[in-house]
C-alpha cells in the first residue's frame, strides 16, 4: 500500500474515479481542483503498482477545533480490502496533526459499508439530513468523532506505519 500527498497532477486520475463512484452527483473538476490546492487541507492518494486507486481529503484548519472528512472514494475492484481504513486514519491523523479535537463528515444513507467503517474507527451518528445527496434523493448521516491525542499512539496494526508515513 503506497498513501502519499496528493499534488495538481493528480487530478485527472482523481476525477476519474470521482466519476466511477459518483455517477450521478459528482464534484466538478474545478471544485476538486481547488480542494487540492488549498491550504486548510489534505488529500491523499492511494496508489498500486504506479496507478491512483483512491483518494480522500480532509479540510483541517490549522489550529481549529474541528475537521472535516471531505471526501474518500475507490475503484470498485479495491474496496474492502482495509485501503480505505488507512487513507481515513491518515486523513484522521492529518486533522489530529493541525489541532482538530473532533472530525465530522456526512455518508450517504444508502452506503452501508461506508457508514459500517466509520463506525468501526469510532464515529458516530449525529444527525440526518433528508434528500441531501440529489439528484438521488439519498439521506445523509452525519457523523462525528472525538479525536484522542495524538492517534498514532493508540494503534498497533501495520496499516497505520502506511497511514503516519502519508501524512509527514
Known amino acids: 500500500m503506497t498513501l502519499r500527498v496528493a ?3 493528480d487530478l485527472d486520475a482523481i476525477m ?3 466519476h466511477r463512484s459518483f455517477p450521478t452527483d459528482a464534484w466538478s473538476v474545478e471544485a476538486m481542483a481547488l480542494e487540492l490546492a488549498s491550504p486548510h487541507g489534505r488529500y491523499l492518494v492511494d496508489e498500486l503498482d504506479g496507478a ?5 481529503g480532509v479540510r483541517a484548519l490549522e489550529g481549529s477545533r474541528d475537521a472535516d472528512i ?3 472514494a475507490f475503484d470498485a475492484e479495491h474496496r474492502g480490502a482495509g485501503r480505505g481504513r488507512a487513507l481515513l486514519r491518515g486523513l484522521l491523523d492529518t486533522a489530529a496533526e493541525r489541532g482538530a479535537r473532533e472530525v465530522f ?3 450517504r444513507a444508502d452506503n452501508p459499508s461506508a457508514e459500517g467503517l466509520y463506525l468501526s474507527e ?6 440526518r439530513r433528508p434528500r441531501y445527496y ?11 468523532l472525538a479525536l484522542q491525542h495524538p492517534r498514532s499512539a493508540h494503534r498497533d496494526e501495520p496499516v497505520t506505519d502506511a497511514a503516519k508515513e502519508a501524512t509527514a
Open 134 to 144: 440529489q439528484p438521488d434523493d439519498i439521506d445523509a448521516i452525519v457523523m462525528r
Open 70 to 72: 471531505q471526501t474518500i
Open 105 to 107: 463528515l456526512e455518508v
Open 16 to 18: 476519474a474515479i470521482e
Open 122 to 127: 469510532g464515529f458516530e451518528e449525529i444527525g
Open 52 to 56: 491512483i486507486i483512491g483518494y480522500g
Open 7 to 9: 499534488t495538481p497532477d
